[in-house]
C-alpha cells in the first residue's frame, strides 16, 4: 500500500538528513506504528505519505514514495486526499468549519462528492465514531477527545485507504487517549484501513501493532515485526523491559499477555519489595505532621464564572516531596495550580507559604516563593536567544548567572545563542523551568510538563525533579502520564470535578485503582511493585542472565 | 392519465409543498433579497410614518423568525446604532446651523461660537429650528432604516451559509471570512494566556517591553497555527485543480473588472438625479451581464461540491417576493400622489399615510408567515462523565 524506496529527505539548512535512505513496505490493511526520540524524524516520515514532505515543508527528498502505486513526486498532497487521510496532533488546529457536520462534510466538498453521497457517509461516519449526539454542536465546545475524533471523522469520511496519525493522543487524559485509540483499532479491524500512527506513550498500542518502524536517531529507519524489534530496543514500554529481566521472548507486548506469563514470577518475588519505588532522597517522605509543611492550602475555591473549578481544596505540600496531581482534563487541576502561586483567581480560602499569601502580594514577591511552569511553557519566552532569557532572569532578582547554572545542571549543552523557538520541548521545558527556579522559590509547580516529551527527556525530567526534591524543594506535577507519575511522585493527589478524592502516597494510590496503575503493577498485582527496577532488586539473580525460562506453554508473541 | 393519477399527483405536489415549510433555514438569500428590497422602498421616502412602519415590520419578521443561535442576537446592536444616527445626525444639523429661512420656527438659540475670516463658510451655533430639527431626525430616521434592514438580513440569515451560497468564483474569499471568523477567537484566547503566563515571571504590565513579550509568543503561536491549518487543508484536497487555463483567469479578471466598474458607473448615474437616466441604467445593466459573465467563467475553476446546500423552494420565492412588491411600489410611484412619500416641512403639518406604500410595505410583512419556523435546536445531550 505504502511504499519507500530509499528515501532521503534534507531540510535546507540542516546539517544532516531528517530521514537517510529509509527503505519501507506497509501492507494493506496493517497498523505501522512508528517509533522514535522527538527530533528523529517520525513527523518527516508520516508527512511524507500523502506529499506534505517535501511539497509544503520545502527541503528535497531522494528516492521515491509511493501510495497505491501513485508516486508523490509528481502531484501535490491535495491530489492525495481521496487516498491518505491525515489526523494532527492537534485537532483544533486542523479544523477549518465550525460544527461537527460541517467539519466532517469539508473534505468531500473538496472532493466534489455528490450530495447524496456526503449525506450519507456523514451519516455513516457519525455513528462509526459515536459522534451522532454532537452533530450540530460547535467544534470549540467538545472535549478533547471528542475533538479528536472529529478531525478522525472528517480524514474517513473521504473514505481514504490510508490514514496517518502523528501523535493523536499526546494531549488528552488517559480516558480520552484510551477512547480515540480504541477507534483507531476498530478501524483497522472494521474497515480494514492501513493506518500509520506515531505515538509517544508505546505503552497504550504496542499491543495492536502489526509493524513497528524504529527511526534510530541519525535518520536511518528499522522495521519488523513489533515483540522482535523491541526485543532490543532502549525505547520500549515497561513491560517489554520486566519481559527481558524475567527473561520471556518474545517480550510480552500487553498487559494480558505479560499477566498470564507472570505467576511464575510473582511466586520468585517477595511480597513486600525490599526498595520503595523512589530511590532519590528518603528524607522527608511520608511524614504526615506539621513538620517540613512549606505551602499550606485550606478551602480553595476557583471558579469561572458559573463554573466551580476548585471546590474547597485542602493541600499540604512538604519540602523533599514530589507530588503527582492527577485527573481528567478540566477536573480543576490547572486552576488549583495557579491559585496556588497566586497568579490566578481564588473565589475563597487561604494559602500560606513562608508564612504570605502569594495571592495578595506583588507577582515580583509571590515568584519567590511559588514558581509555576504553566501548560505552554513557551509563552513565558519572548526574547530571541537563550542568553538574553537567562540575562533577564538574573536582572529579574536573581543571583546572576544562577540561571544558566541550573539549566546547565537541568540540560546541558543548550548555547546562549540558541534561539528559545528552536529549541525542542523537553530544551523549551528546561529554561523556563532554570528561569522560575533562578530565584529560589521552596515551591515548584509544573502543569503538564510531560506533553510532547519522549522517554528520555521524561527521565531527565524525572532525574530533575529528584534533585529538587533532595534540595527541599516542594514540587507539584499535575500530570496525565501514569508511567510517568510512578517514576516521579512520592505523593499522588487525584482530582474529579472540582474536589480532591484522594491523596495519599503513590504505591497505594497507584496500586489501588486500574485507571491510575502503571503496567508493572496491574501485571504483579496484588503483589506492590510499582517499577522495573523494584523487580530487578527483588529478584536474586544477577541482571542481564537468564533469570527464568519462560512456561513452555506460554503464548507466543501477541495475543 | 386518469383522474386518480391526477389527484395523486396533486396530492403528491400538495405534501411537497407543505414539506417546504417544515422547520428549517431559509435559504439566506431570500432574506437578503427581501432586505435588501425594502431597504430600496426605505430610501424612496422621508415620510417618517412609513419609515416608521417599515421598522416596525422589520422588528415583527425579526423576532418571530429568527433562530436562537448567536448571531441572530445582532439586531438590538443594529437598533442601537440607528438611534446613534439619528441623534448624531440632529445634533450635528442644531450645532453647524444651516438652512434656515425666515419661515422657521425658532425653538432655542445656542451660543455662537466665531469663526474665523477663511472658515466664514460654516456657522457653529446660532438659532436651532423646529423644520432643521425635523427634516434632520427624518433623514436619520432614513438612514437607520437603511441600516436596520442590513441588520434584519444578518439575524435571519446564517452568515456562514449566506457565504456558502457565494457563487464559485468567489469561494476562496468565503473561506478566508470563514477562517478568519474562527481564528479571531483563538487568537483572543491566546492573548489571555500569554498576558496571564506573564505574571508568572513578574514581567512589567506596560509598556513597550510588555506589548513585545505577548506579542512575540502570540504571533508565534498564530503563525504556527496557521501554518498547520494550511497543511491540514492542503491534505484534505484544497484547492483540488479545475479545468482553468492561464487564459481563462484573465479572462475571469477582465470580466470582473469592468463589469464592477460598470455596476459603479450605473449606481453612480442612478442616484445623481444631474446624469441622464440612460446611463445609468445602461450601465447597471452592462455591468451586471459582465459581472455574471465573469463569475461564471471564474466558477469553473473550482471543482467542489456543497454539503446539504440551502434549497430554493415557494417559501424563498414567497419572502422575496414580498420584499420586491414593496421596493416595486414605493419606487414607481403610480396610484398615489407621490409627494406623499417626501412631505414638505414648509408650510409644517402631519404628514399622511398615503394608502398603497402602506399596504405594500405592510405586504413586506407577510414574509413572517410565508417563511417556515426556524428549527429548534436539539437539547444538548449531556455526555457521560463531565466535559471541561
Known amino acids: 500500500m505504502i511504499r519507500f524506496d530509499h528515501v532521503t529527505v534534507t531540510y535546507p539548512g540542516a546539517d544532516r538528513p531528517a530521514l537517510r535512505d529509509v527503505d519501507l513496505r506497509v501492507d494493506e490493511g496493517e497498523l505501522c506504528l512508528v517509533v522514535g526520540h522527538t527530533g528523529s524524524g517520525k513527523s518527516t516520515l508520516l508527512n511524507a505519505v500523502n506529499g506534505l514532505v517535501p511539497h509544503f515543508t520545502g527541503g528535497s527528498l531522494a528516492g521515491r514514495v509511493t501510495v497505491a502505486g501513485r508516486s508523490t513526486a509528481d502531484q501535490p498532497p491535495r491530489e492525495f486526499a481521496e487516498l491518505v487521510g491525515v489526523v494532527g496532533q492537534d485537532p483544533v488546529a486542523g479544523f477549518v468549519t465550525d460544527t461537527v457536520e460541517e467539519e466532517l462534510a469539508y473534505g468531500m466538498e473538496q ?12 451519516e455513516e461516519t ?3 465514531l459515536g459522534l451522532a449526539d454532537l452533530r450540530d454542536r460547535g467544534l470549540h465546545e467538545l472535549s478533547g477527545g471528542q475533538q479528536q475524533r472529529v478531525a478522525i471523522g472528517a480524514a474517513l469520511t473521504a473514505h481514504p485507504r490510508v490514514l496517518v496519525l502523528d501523535e493523536p493522543t499526546s494531549a488528552l487524559d488517559p480516558t480520552s487517549a484510551e477512547d480515540v485509540l480504541a477507534t483507531v483499532t476498530r478501524l483497522v479491524h472494521d474497515l480494514g484501513i492501513t493506518v500509520v500512527l506515531a505515538e509517544h506513550r508505546l505503552e497504550r498500542v504496542i499491543p495492536y501493532a502489526d509493524r513497528l518502524v524504529l527511526l534510530a536517531g541519525d535518520g536511518t529507519a528499522r522495521h519488523g515485526d513489533p515483540a522482535t524489534l523491541l526485543a532490543g530496543s532502549a525505547v520500549a514500554p515497561p513491560i517489554v523491559h520486566l519481559g527481558r529481566l524475567a527473561g520471556w521472548a518474545p517480550p510480552p507486548l500487553s498487559v494480558r499477555d505479560a499477566r498470564r506469563r507472570a505467576p511464575e514470577l510473582r511466586r520468585r518475588l517477595p511480597t513486600v519489595p525490599p526498595t520503595p519505588h523512589r530511590t532519590a532522597h528518603p528524607a522527608t517522605r511520608d511524614d504526615t505532621g506539621a513538620a517540613g509543611v512549606v505551602l499550606a492550602a485550606a478551602g480553595v475555591v476557583v471558579r469561572h464564572g458559573p463554573v466551580v473549578a476548585v471546590r474547597a481544596a485542602t493541600l499540604d505540600l512538604r519540602a523533599g516531596q ?24 481564588r473565589a475563597g480560602g487561604t494559602v500560606r507559604t513562608g508564612g504570605r499569601d502569594p495571592g495578595k502580594i506583588a507577582a515580583a514577591e509571590s515568584r519567590r516563593l511559588v514558581g509555576l511552569v504553566p501548560q505552554t511553557a513557551a509563552d513565558l519566552l519572548y526574547l530571541d ?23 546547565d545542571d537541568i540540560a546541558p549543552g543548550i548555547a546562549d545563542a540558541d534561539h528559545p523557538r528552536d529549541l525542542s520541548a523537553g530544551q523549551q521545558l528546561a529554561l523556563v523551568l532554570a528561569v522560575q527556579l533562578a530565584v529560589t522559590p521552596r515551591v ?13 527527556a521524561k527521565a531527565a525530567l524525572v532525574r530533575t525533579l529528584d534533585g529538587l526534591a533532595g534540595q527541599g524543594h516542594a514540587v507539584v506535577v499535575a500530570t496525565h502520564d501514569v508511567e510517568f507519575a510512578t517514576a516521579a511522585a512520592d505523593r499522588v493527589v487525584v482530582m474529579a470535578g472540582g474536589d480532591i478524592v484522594t491523596d495519599g502516597p503513590a504505591t497505594s494510590v497507584l496500586t489501588a485503582s486500574p485507571t491510575f496503575a502503571p503496567q508493572i503493577a496491574k501485571v504483579l498485582a496484588p503483589l506492590p511493585y510499582l517499577t522495573v527496577a523494584q523487580v530487578a532488586a527483588a529478584l536474586p539473580a544477577a541482571p542481564g542472565g537468564p533469570v527464568g525460562a519462560a512456561p513452555a506453554d506460554a503464548p507466543a508473541g501477541r495475543p | 392519465m386518469t383522474p386518480a393519477d391526477g389527484g395523486d399527483r396533486l396530492a403528491a405536489y400538495a405534501s411537497r409543498m407543505r414539506a417546504a415549510r417544515l422547520p428549517r433555514g431559509l435559504h439566506p438569500v431570500a432574506w437578503w433579497l427581501w432586505a435588501l428590497a425594502l431597504a430600496t422602498a426605505a430610501s424612496r421616502t422621508s415620510n417618517p410614518l412609513l419609515l416608521v412602519l417599515v421598522l416596525a415590520v422589520l422588528g415583527f419578521v425579526v423576532t418571530t423568525r429568527r433562530t436562537a443561535a448567536p448571531w441572530a442576537r445582532a439586531f438590538h446592536y443594529y437598533l442601537v446604532m440607528a438611534l446613534i444616527v439619528i441623534a448624531v445626525r440632529v445634533v450635528f444639523r442644531s450645532v453647524f446651523a444651516s438652512g434656515i429661512t425666515a419661515d422657521d420656527h425658532i425653538l432655542f438659540r445656542l451660543p455662537r461660537v466665531p469663526t474665523p475670516e477663511w472658515y466664514a463658510g460654516i456657522q457653529i451655533g446660532g438659532p436651532v429650528s423646529l423644520e432643521a430639527t425635523l427634516s434632520a431626525a427624518v433623514d436619520g430616521l432614513r438612514l437607520a432604516c437603511l441600516l436596520c434592514c442590513v441588520g434584519a438580513a444578518n439575524s435571519l440569515a446564517n452568515p456562514k451559509r449566506a457565504l456558502k451560497a457565494l457563487p464559485g468564483a468567489l469561494y476562496e474569499l468565503g473561506v478566508a471570512v470563514t477562517v478568519a471568523m474562527s481564528v479571531a477567537p483563538q487568537l483572543v484566547e491566546s492573548v489571555q494566556r500569554v498576558a496571564r503566563a506573564r505574571r508568572l515571571r513578574a514581567g512589567r504590565s506596560r509598556g513597550l517591553r510588555a506589548v513585545r513579550a505577548v506579542a512575540l509568543p502570540v504571533l508565534h503561536d498564530a503563525l504556527d497555527r496557521s501554518l498547520r491549518l494550511a497543511a491540514a487543508m492542503d491534505s484534505r484536497g484544497y484547492g483540488r485543480t479545475g479545468t482553468a487555463t492561464r487564459a481563462s483567469r484573465q479572462l475571469t ?7 464592477m466598474a460598470g455596476l459603479c458607473v450605473g449606481v453612480y448615474g442612478l442616484l445623481d438625479p444631474g446624469v441622464p437616466r440612460p446611463v445609468g441604467l445602461g450601465g447597471l445593466g452592462g455591468g451586471v451581464v459582465l459581472s455574471v459573465a465573469g463569475l461564471a467563467v471564474g466558477g469553473r475553476r473550482v471543482s467542489r ?16 417576493g414580498c420584499g420586491a412588491v414593496a ?3 414605493l419606487t414607481v410611484g403610480t396610484g398615489y400622489d407621490p409627494a406623499e412619500l417626501n412631505p414638505d416641512l414648509y408650510p409644517l403639518r402631519w404628514p399622511t399615510l398615503p394608502v398603497l406604500p402602506t399596504v405594500a410595505i405592510l405586504v413586506a410583512a407577510l414574509a413572517a408567515f410565508a417563511a417556515p419556523p426556524p428549527p429548534r435546536p436539539r437539547p444538548a445531550p449531556v455526555p457521560a462523565g463531565a466535559r471541561p
Open chain 1, 385 to 407: 536567544s537563550v542568553g538574553a532569557e537567562l540575562d533577564q532572569a538574573d536582572r529579574d532578582g536573581a543571583v546572576p548567572g544562577s540561571a544558566r547554572r541550573l539549566l
Open chain 1, 111 to 122: 472532493l466534489a462528492l455528490d450530495p447524496a453521497v456526503m449525506r450519507a457517509r456523514v
Open chain 2, 327 to 329: 421596493a416595486v411600489v
Open chain 2, 253 to 259: 479578471g477582465v470580466l470582473l473588472l469592468t463589469g
Open chain 1, 126 to 128: 457519525l455513528d462509526l
Open chain 1, 444 to 456: 515548584v509547580l509544573l502543569d503538564e510538563p510531560t506533553r510532547g516529551l519522549d522517554y528520555g
Open chain 1, 322 to 345: 514530589v507530588v503527582a496531581l492527577m485527573g481528567r482534563n478540566g477536573s480543576g487541576k490547572s486552576s488549583l495550580l495557579w491559585a496556588l502561586q497566586g497568579a490566578g483567581r
Open chain 2, 305 to 320: 461540491s456543497r454539503y446539504r446546500p440551502d434549497r430554493w423552494q415557494w417559501p424563498e420565492l414567497v419572502v422575496a
